[in-house]
C-alpha cells in the first residue's frame, strides 16, 4: 500500500511539474506571455517602419545575433542598419509563434514571411528564428539574442 501511494506522488508530481513555468502561477505565466506578445509587434513594427527608439528600447546593451546570412550583429550594428535604411522590410508576416518561459528568460520561436531590401538588393523568403528575452534587474523584458535562418524549399507544414 505505501508503494501505492508513493507511486500516486510521484505520477502526480511528475505530470504537474512544468519546468517551463517552475514556480510561476498561472495568471502571472499568461501575462507574461501577454508581455512577450506585445514585444514581439513591436519589434516587427519598428523593423517594418524603421523605428530606432523602438528597437533601442526592445535591445539589451550586449545583444547579439546572428543573421540568416549567419554574420554577427551588434545591438550598435543593428540600430546602426535600420537607421541608415541598409536593411529595409517592406512586409513581415510573423505566423506558428511559440512561447516558453524557463525563470527570467523567454524563448521565441516563429515563422517569418519577409519581403525587403538589404544593401543593393531585393530579399525574400521564409525564415524560422529564435528570439530569447531576459527579464532585466527593472522588470523589463530585453532581446539579448536573435538567431534567423532561411527556409529552403517549401514551407514546413504548420502543426
Sequence with gaps: MKFAAMLVSVLMLAGGANPLYAG?????????????????????????????????????????????????QTKEQALASLRSGHTH?????ISDRKVRFYGTTAVVTSLAEAQGTNADHDFSGSFRYTRVYVRDAQGAWKIVSFEASRIRGSIEPKQ
Design 89 to 93: 522590410f517592406k512586409e513581415l508576416v
Design 24 to 72: 510561476m502561477p498561472g495568471v502571472q505565466k499568461h501575462e507574461h506571455r501577454h508581455e512577450i506578445d506585445h514585444l514581439e509587434e513591436t519589434w516587427r513594427d519598428a523593423m517594418l517602419n524603421g523605428n530606432t527608439a523602438a528597437m533601442d528600447a526592445l535591445l539589451a546593451d550586449d545583444y547579439m545575433a546572428i543573421t540568416a546570412s549567419g554574420t554577427l
